[in-house]
């Protein structure tokens, strides 16, 4: 059994001392351009050495680019390539002796399993192996990297994705062993971390360890064209474009299966950029300068909410047939909100109706529709609304710039309502949106967008389709830590499309359940420090990555057997339905508006309140006119409710828009 060092309530391995360094990369090209996030740590591991002469291991590809590089821009006198692709010259004495003249072993990318299988016992082994204990420095990126931890993960049957780790952390695709080299002892490397969203895989690996080793490992990832060197005293420092991820336990059994699937209580989460260090011996993280807190510290709302993470029908009659049963009867009214296409919002009602709904309608949330009556009528009387298939920014200006929109807008935040969002369409309910998450390389090319969504949970980012391609697996998995940053949010939820979370307020507070054959993954952000990258390939690229940094959150993977207090209470919205109960024939236009509100009516108005959402009453007079006009000139644009009283108590109360 391993032991433990417990420093400020972390759990760390106790290491070795050995005596030399090593310089762990994430993958990635590296560059000799002028500013070159490469240069700097390369430069780092030759400066550590003592004859400066470099080693560069590869089993099928050698170029004399990378020899030049290291002799040229990074300090080194010499540099020869070693391509080792078999047992025989693995383990050939001449390999051996030829490669403890040099000082930096550098492994190059490639496949881990070949370097494992190939160089396992062998005299290239020993001679890394040796050179590392006489006190040379050892490098490897990409799966050069993931052979240099004490546990490593072999591929030995090929790749393994993060979706597939957290739904079954047992899976046959994840091979680890842990005789190769013990460089760095209790740990497991892993590459191209944000950029393939491997925050899912790492923490199968970590679980797969404890569940069937009872070892406890940390986790340490790290992202393209960044790297982290470790002295020999066992402090990193990180370089380069990204962050260096290091998951750490902070209880002593995190781990459990739900079934095959992983729930994981919390990690520890720590995301190092460009210049930040930190001691392995004692945890203590360096080169932040900034606080963050979240501005709200829980979800409180009182009403349900569910969000998938998929948009296929097939994958979401198990959210659907939860939300049509949740409370009162199957016979209420349900109205699914959808864009000018409804062939996606038909399918849910025609599921709805075979799930025994007897009453859904479909209306699309376009400006056209803005006045529509009889959606009106339907928003009044419904008690559950599903949002599926809008464009956010066609349904934004619907909400923002028409009656049926505002209206829309403060019913689906009335006590006890239900709102079910289907697949993207789940991004809407938090309170700050990533837009753009389906292009491309948005966050490598710092072109993620962010917007404000309906603050159904005002301390939330959700992001659905987490696995959806894994051509932009990096988006969900960079956007949501820097959304959390960014707008000091307390969670930050990932779903797929095997999975769907349920909000809903409980007996002693609100509570966030996952449900599905897949779990959800949660972090949170309580208070940190931390910042946001700022180091660029090299000084032709002006844009650096959308990449958070901080010295800690916690991450959960959670499926229905588990359960995540967001609220330790709830605040009732309890606007009133009643629009005209003194039964006058009232008109308020135009609605939205920009500056002169008229009120007509038939009836002396006593009294005229205009009232935030908050419940703040921001405006009042008394009046004895039949008429009257209110010039909003000073308002702000957003939405507010109007409230009008007779002598004889009676009210009308009606949402306005002002622009």
């Given at each position: 059994m391993k032991k433990?060092?417990?420093?400020?309530?972390?759990?760390f391995?106790v290491?070795?001392m050995?005596?030399?360094?090593?310089?762990?990369i994430?993958?990635?090209?590296?560059s000799?351009?002028?500013?070159?996030?490469?240069?700097e740590?390369y430069?780092?591991a030759?400066?550590q050495?003592t004859?400066?002469r470099?080693?560069?291991?590869?089993?099928?590809t050698?170029s004399?680019w990378?020899?030049n590089?290291?002799?040229?821009?990074c300090?080194?006198?010499?540099a020869k390539?070693?391509k080792?692709n078999?047992k025989?010259?693995?383990?050939?004495?001449?390999?051996?002796?030829?490669l403890?003249?040099?000082?930096?072993i550098?492994?190059?990318?490639?496949?881990q399993?070949?370097y494992?299988?190939t160089?396992?016992n062998t005299?290239?082994?020993?001679?890394?192996?040796?050179?590392?204990?006489?006190?040379?420095?050892i490098?490897?990126?990409?799966a050069?990297?993931a052979v240099?931890s004490k546990?490593?993960?072999t591929a030995q049957r090929g790749t393994?994705?993060?979706?597939?780790?957290?739904?079954?952390p047992n899976?046959?695709?994840?091979t680890?062993a842990?005789d190769?080299?013990d460089?760095?002892p209790?740990?497991?490397?892993d590459?191209?971390f944000?950029?393939?969203?491997?925050?899912g895989?790492?923490?199968?690996?970590l679980?797969?360890?404890?569940?069937?080793?009872?070892e406890?490992?940390?986790?340490?990832g790290?992202?393209e064209?960044?790297?982290?060197?470790?002295?020999?005293?066992k402090?990193?420092q990180v370089f380069?474009?990204?962050a260096?991820n290091?998951?750490?336990v902070?209880?002593e059994?995190p781990?459990h299966?739900?079934?095959e699937?992983l729930?994981?209580?919390?990690l520890?989460?720590?995301?190092?950029?460009?210049?930040?260090?930190?001691d392995?011996n004692?945890?203590?993280?360096n080169g932040f300068?900034d606080e963050f807190?979240?501005?709200?510290f829980?979800?409180?709302g009182?009403?349900t909410i569910?969000?998938?993470g998929?948009d296929?029908?097939n994958?979401n009659v198990?959210?659907?047939d939860?939300f049509l049963h949740?409370?009162?009867?199957?016979d209420e009214?349900?109205l699914?909100?959808?864009?000018?296409d409804?062939?996606?919002?038909?399918?849910?009602?025609?599921?709805?109706?075979q799930?025994g709904?007897?009453?859904v309608?479909?209306f699309?949330?376009?400006s056209s529709?803005?006045?529509?009556?009889?959606f009106?009528k339907t928003i009044?009387g419904?008690?559950?609304y599903?949002?599926?298939d809008n464009v956010?920014?066609?349904?934004?200006?619907f909400?923002?710039n028409?009656?049926?929109g505002?209206?829309l807008?403060?019913h689906?935040?009335?006590?006890?309502?239900i709102?079910?969002f289907?697949?993207?369409?789940s991004?809407f309910?938090g309170?700050?949106?990533?837009?753009?998450?389906?292009?491309?390389?948005a966050?490598?090319?710092?072109s993620l967008?962010f917007?404000?969504g309906?603050g159904?949970?005002?301390?939330?980012?959700?992001?659905?389709?987490?696995f959806?391609?894994?051509?932009?697996?990096m988006?969900p998995a960079?956007?949501?830590?820097?959304?959390?940053l960014?707008?000091q949010?307390r969670f930050?939820?990932?779903?797929t499309s095997k999975n769907?979370?349920?909000?809903?307020?409980?007996?002693?507070g609100?509570f966030?359940t996952s449900y599905?054959?897949a779990?959800?993954?949660?972090?949170?952000?309580?208070?940190?420090k931390?910042?946001?990258?700022?180091?660029?390939?090299s000084d032709?690229?002006n844009?650096?990555k959308?990449?958070?940094?901080?010295?800690?959150?916690?991450?959960?993977?959670?499926?229905?057997?588990m359960?995540?207090?967001?609220?330790?209470?709830?605040?009732?919205?309890?606007?009133?339905?009643?629009?005209?109960?003194?039964g006058?024939?009232?008109?308020?236009?135009p609605?939205?508006?920009?500056e002169i509100l008229t009120?007509e009516?038939?009836h002396e108005?006593g009294?005229?309140?205009?009232?935030s959402l908050?419940?703040?009453?921001l405006w009042k007079?008394?009046?004895?006119?039949?008429?009257?006009?209110?010039n909003?000139?000073?308002f702000?644009s957003g939405?507010y409710m109007l409230?009008?009283?007779n002598?004889?108590?009676?009210?009308h109360a009606?949402?306005?828009v002002?622009?």
């Amino acid at each position: 059994m391993k032991k433990f060092l417990l420093v400020l309530g972390v759990v760390f391995p106790v290491l070795l001392m050995a005596q030399g360094g090593l310089l762990i990369i994430g993958g990635g090209s590296e560059s000799d351009e002028a500013g070159s996030w490469s240069t700097e740590p390369y430069s780092w591991a030759v400066a550590q050495s003592t004859n400066k002469r470099v080693a560069i291991i590869s089993y099928s590809t050698a170029s004399n680019w990378m020899r030049n590089y290291f002799v040229d821009h990074c300090g080194a006198l010499s540099a020869k390539d070693f391509k080792i692709n078999s047992k025989s010259i693995a383990d050939n004495q001449d390999t051996y002796d030829s490669l403890m003249t040099y000082d930096v072993i550098f492994l190059k990318g490639g496949d881990q399993w070949n370097y494992y299988s190939t160089y396992k016992n062998t005299r290239t082994q020993e001679a890394i192996r040796d050179k590392y204990n006489e006190g040379g420095v050892i490098c490897g990126t990409s799966a050069g990297l993931a052979v240099l931890s004490k546990v490593i993960f072999t591929a030995q049957r090929g790749t393994v994705y993060p979706d597939e780790c957290i739904e079954d952390p047992n899976n046959q695709y994840v091979t680890l062993a842990d005789d190769f080299f013990d460089f760095f002892p209790g740990c497991i490397f892993d590459s191209h971390f944000t950029e393939r969203g491997r925050a899912g895989r790492l923490m199968g690996f970590l679980a797969n360890w404890k569940l069937n080793h009872e070892e406890i490992i940390t986790g340490i990832g790290i992202d393209e064209t960044t790297a982290m060197a470790i002295s020999k005293d066992k402090v990193g420092q990180v370089f380069g474009t990204g962050a260096a991820n290091i998951y750490q336990v902070i209880s002593e059994n995190p781990f459990h299966l739900d079934g095959e699937m992983l729930n994981v209580d919390s990690l520890k989460v720590s995301q190092l950029l460009d210049g930040c260090t930190i001691d392995f011996n004692t945890g203590v993280i360096n080169g932040f300068e900034d606080e963050f807190t979240p501005e709200l510290f829980e979800e409180k709302g009182n009403y349900t909410i569910y969000a998938s993470g998929g948009d296929d029908i097939n994958d979401n009659v198990a959210m659907l047939d939860s939300f049509l049963h949740e409370s009162g009867s199957v016979d209420e009214k349900i109205l699914i909100v959808t864009g000018s296409d409804e062939t996606a919002a038909l399918a849910s009602r025609n599921k709805l109706v075979q799930l025994g709904a007897t009453d859904v309608q479909v209306f699309s949330g376009i400006s056209s529709m803005g006045d529509d009556p009889d959606f009106e009528k339907t928003i009044q009387g419904a008690k559950r609304y599903l949002f599926i298939d809008n464009v956010f920014y066609i349904l934004e200006n619907f909400l923002q710039n028409t009656a049926n929109g505002a209206l829309l807008y403060d019913h689906i935040r009335r006590d006890g309502k239900i709102i079910g969002f289907v697949g993207d369409n789940s991004r809407f309910a938090g309170k700050t949106i990533i837009e753009n998450y389906m292009l491309y390389n948005a966050a490598g090319s710092g072109s993620l967008v962010f917007k404000e969504g309906f603050g159904l949970l005002k301390t939330s980012v959700i992001m659905p389709n987490s696995f959806f391609d894994s051509d932009m697996y990096m988006n969900p998995a960079a956007g949501i830590p820097y959304a959390m940053l960014q707008n000091q949010l307390r969670f930050g939820i990932w779903l797929t499309s095997k999975n769907y979370i349920k909000y809903a307020p409980g007996e002693d507070g609100t509570f966030i359940t996952s449900y599905g054959s897949a779990p959800s993954m949660i972090l949170e952000l309580e208070q940190t420090k931390g910042g946001f990258a700022t180091r660029t390939y090299s000084d032709a690229y002006n844009t650096p990555k959308m990449i958070a940094g901080f010295e800690q959150m916690k991450i959960r993977v959670m499926s229905g057997a588990m359960q995540l207090k967001a609220g330790s209470g709830i605040s009732a919205y309890s606007v009133p339905d009643i629009k005209n109960s003194w039964g006058a024939d009232i008109k308020v236009y135009p609605n939205p508006v920009s500056e002169i509100l008229t009120i007509e009516t038939h009836h002396e108005i006593g009294c005229i309140s205009i009232i935030s959402l908050s419940g703040e009453r921001l405006w009042k007079s008394e009046h004895k006119d039949v008429d009257h006009q209110l010039n909003l000139r000073g308002f702000s644009s957003g939405l507010y409710m109007l409230y009008l009283e007779n002598s004889k108590g009676q009210t009308h109360a009606q949402t306005i828009v002002v622009r």
